[in-house]
C-alpha cells in the first residue's frame, strides 16, 4: 500500500469526522433564519455530542445485543465509506478502495442495522419508524442504483477514486451530463439524510417520524455514535455531489499547501451546499405525501436520461 493511501487513510476520515457535525448546525441555522428565528450556534451540534457522551447509556428491558451493537457498526462502517470519497486530495488507487457498487452496499448495511436496532428496542415508535425506512428504501435504492450508474457511464469508471482524479481541478463539471446526475444526487442526499420533504429532522411528530422514530429509544453515548454517523453520511454524500458537480480545489498531489486549499475549499463549498439545502428544506415544508413519487421519479428520470445520452452520442 503506498505513501499517499496511507496519508490518505489518516486524514480524510478525521477531516471527516471533525467537520461533519457544523453542516448539521448549519442547515439548523439556515432554516431558523428562513422562519424568522436566530437558530442555534454553528457549534451546537459539537455541545450536543459532548453532552451525549456524559449522559448514561439506558436499554429497553426488551432489547438484545442488535441494540448495543448498532450504533458501533453505523459509526464503524460511515468511516469506511470515507476511505471511499476523497474530500482534501485524491490519493494513488489502493486495494479497490473507492468502488461505487461497495460504496452502495456499506450505506444500504448502515440502513439495514438502523432499521434492526428501531425494531429491536420493542417500541411501537421504533417499528413504525423501522418500516417506512424500510418501504422508503425500496423505493430510492434503485434510483441511486441507476444514479451512481449514469455517473460511473459519464466518468467512464467505476471507482470514485478514479473518477476524481478525473475531474479535480476543473472549474466547471467535465461534461454537461454531470449537471444532469447533480440533480439525481442532490434529491439522493436529500432522501438519504432524511430531510424534508421526506422526513423532518428536527420533529417527535409521530407523522412525519422515520430515522428518529428508529433512534428514538437510544439514549447517552448510543445516541451520540449515531447522530455523528448521520452527520458523517451526510458529508459523504455532500462530498460525492461537490467533486461531481464543483471540483475546483480538489488536490492530486501530496503537497501540504494544496491539501490545506483543498480542505478550506470544500469546507466553504459544503457551507454553500448547506445553505441550499436548508432552504430548499424551507421552501418545500409544505409539500405534500403524495407528491413525493414525483420527487423520487425527477431523479430516477434525470439518470436514465444522461445513459442513455452518453450511450447514444
Not at 245 to 252: A, E, M, N, W
Amino acid at each position: 500500500m503506498n505513501s499517499s493511501f496511507l496519508l490518505f487513510a489518516l486524514l480524510n476520515p478525521l477531516f471527516a469526522l471533525l467537520a461533519a457535525p457544523l453542516y448539521m448546525a448549519l442547515i439548523r441555522k439556515v432554516k431558523a433564519y428562513a422562519q424568522g428565528r436566530k437558530g442555534p450556534g454553528l457549534f451546537q451540534a459539537y455541545y450536543d455530542l459532548k453532552k451525549l457522551m456524559k449522559k448514561e447509556t439506558v436499554y429497553s428491558p426488551v432489547s438484545s445485543w442488535v441494540m448495543r451493537f448498532t450504533p458501533y457498526l453505523n459509526l464503524s462502517t460511515l468511516l469506511v465509506c470515507s476511505l471511499f470519497v476523497p474530500l482534501v486530495f485524491v490519493p494513488e488507487p489502493a486495494g479497490g478502495l473507492g468502488n461505487i457498487i461497495v460504496f452502495l452496499y456499506l450505506l444500504a448495511l448502515e440502513r439495514f442495522f438502523t432499521a434492526l436496532g428501531g425494531l429491536d428496542a420493542g417500541s411501537a415508535f421504533g417499528g413504525m419508524g423501522s418500516s417506512r425506512s424500510m418501504s422508503l428504501a425500496a423505493v430510492i435504492e434503485p434510483t441511486m442504483v441507476i444514479s451512481f450508474a449514469a455517473l460511473a457511464f459519464v466518468l467512464k469508471s467505476l471507482n470514485l477514486h478514479q473518477m476524481f482524479t478525473l475531474t479535480a481541478g476543473k472549474v466547471l463539471p467535465i461534461s454537461p451530463t454531470l449537471v444532469l446526475v447533480a440533480i439525481s444526487l442532490f434529491i439522493i442526499l436529500i432522501v438519504e439524510t432524511g430531510r424534508i420533504p421526506v422526513d423532518n429532522p428536527a420533529t417527535h411528530l409521530e407523522l412525519t417520524m422515520i430515522n428518529e422514530a428508529m433512534i428514538l429509544e437510544q439514549a447517552g453515548k448510543n445516541l451520540a455514535l449515531l447522530e455523528l454517523a448521520h452527520a458523517l453520511k451526510q458529508l459523504l454524500l455532500m462530498g460525492i455531489l461537490i467533486n461531481t458537480i464543483l471540483p475546483v480545489g480538489l488536490s492530486t498531489e501530496i503537497d501540504a499547501g494544496k491539501i490545506a486549499v483543498s480542505a478550506l475549499l470544500f469546507l466553504v463549498k459544503a457551507g454553500l451546499l448547506a445553505i441550499i439545502i436548508g432552504l430548499f428544506e424551507s421552501s418545500l415544508a409544505k409539500m405534500r405525501l403524495f407528491r413525493l413519487p414525483a420527487f423520487y421519479v425527477m431523479a430516477f428520470f434525470f439518470s436514465a436520461i444522461t445513459i442513455l445520452i452518453e450511450v447514444f452520442a
